[in-house]
């Protein structure tokens, strides 16, 4: 068993099947005697809550598949009926996403909105919060080693908070739970993880580091992902996937870009929940071609990473890679009009993802982007 973090970058890092038999030990070592858990239902139906042996003061299972502000108000509201002291996120990208905002807002006074990077309110974020352990149950999101938070706030904007602050106090990365993930599940949250990877590699900003971790967890990734797809229970396919997904978010230093600035107002559609990685999937493509003759350097050392001739080729590869995952190829395969996506693009352009685009990014480019993707 895991005594020591094995990973240590940015937070500390358990990483390996059976880590989680860690959380009770961090527990004590953060002095949580009375933690909330934050996740959703699938994973508490499937007993995954009943198999990390720890006393919780209380459970929230009501997470929304794109966290709300009112759904981080009702957790909230448990924390504190239920007396806790920390709080233990279990899931993927939304567990982890909402936890971040209910720990800000438990000695943090309300609105979210302020707290936003669209608001310049990562200043007002302090280091006064609870502790906070993550355990991934998927390999995707990354949010379990992420600065950052993504919640749709009062006013229906989805936006993101950011500050070091609401990274985790340690993170379990266990390839264990993964290996229930359906197929389609685990193409989707792939995904994600490889377009993280993909968009911190391109972005402007300066970071060697965050490059060479970024172009690592996209080779382990888009070499495992079919198989981890295919075959569920292949474990050496599963954690290569849970890798992919740890460096990609360890590299989100760097930012992102068109991508995600595509994906977060559909996101918050809430009515609708789109799933998050599968919108990547579908968005990835037509951004590379967009982006190619602004970081053509780039597109070619990924290009030699993956082992593809041609770097002209990555888009048409990946909308192959979509195909053989079985996700849908544009946005009408999942019930989208064009009159839900025109009042989109100026929200994509504000986005904070699109200020690190390799190519500079206009609300016409975007309308452009949403009805090639259509």
Not at 34 to 41: A, F, G, H, Q
Not at 226 to 250: F, P, Q, V, W, Y
Request: hydrophobic content about 40%; charged content about 20%.
């Amino acid at each position: 068993m895991l005594t020591i973090p094995n990973i240590i970058y940015l937070t500390d890092i358990y990483f390996d099947f059976g880590a989680v038999t860690i959380l009770p030990d961090l527990l004590k070592k953060y002095h949580i005697s009375r933690p909330l858990i934050i996740t959703d239902k699938g994973l508490v139906k499937l007993g995954i809550i009943d198999r990390l042996c720890i006393n919780v003061a209380a459970i929230f299972d009501h997470t929304e598949p794109n966290p709300t502000e009112s759904n981080a108000n009702e957790a909230l509201m448990v924390y504190q009926q239920s007396t806790c002291d920390g709080i233990v996120a279990v899931g993927g990208g939304s567990p982890m996403d909402l936890a971040k905002s209910v720990r800000l807002l438990v000695n943090h006074p309300p609105p979210l909105e302020q707290y936003s990077v669209l608001r310049g309110g990562s200043s007002k974020i302090t280091d006064n919060m609870p502790p906070f352990i993550a355990v991934p149950t998927t390999a995707g999101s990354g949010s379990e080693v992420g600065r950052a938070a993504l919640i749709t706030v009062s006013s229906g904007r989805k936006l993101g908070l950011l500050s070091n602050y609401l990274l985790p106090n340690a993170t379990i990365c266990d390839p264990e739970p993964t290996i229930g993930m359906p197929p389609l599940l685990t193409a989707g949250t792939g995904m994600d993880a490889i377009s993280h990877c993909i968009e911190t590699f391109c972005s402007t900003r300066y970071n060697p580091v965050a490059d060479a971790i970024a172009l690592d967890g996209l080779e382990r990734g888009y070499s495992n992902i079919i198989k981890a797809t295919h075959n569920g229970a292949d474990r050496k396919a599963r954690s290569e996937m849970m890798m992919c997904s740890l460096e990609g978010s360890l590299a989100f230093q760097k930012g992102l870009g068109a991508v995600h600035s595509l994906s977060h107002p559909l996101g918050a559609l809430t009515e609708r929940q789109f799933h998050h990685g599968t919108l990547n999937a579908i968005f990835l493509p037509v951004v590379l071609r967009f982006n190619f003759d602004y970081c053509e350097n780039k597109m070619q050392a990924i290009a030699g990473r993956l082992k593809i001739k041609d770097a002209a080729t990555l888009p048409a590869k990946f909308d192959e890679l979509n195909q053989e995952l079985g996700l849908p190829g544009r946005l009408r395969e999942l019930g989208i009009t064009k009159e839900d996506l025109e009042h989109l693009a100026q929200l994509a352009q504000e986005d904070h993802c699109t200020p690190t685009n390799p190519r500079p990014t206009r609300v016409e480019d975007f309308h452009r982007l949403y009805s090639e993707s259509w």
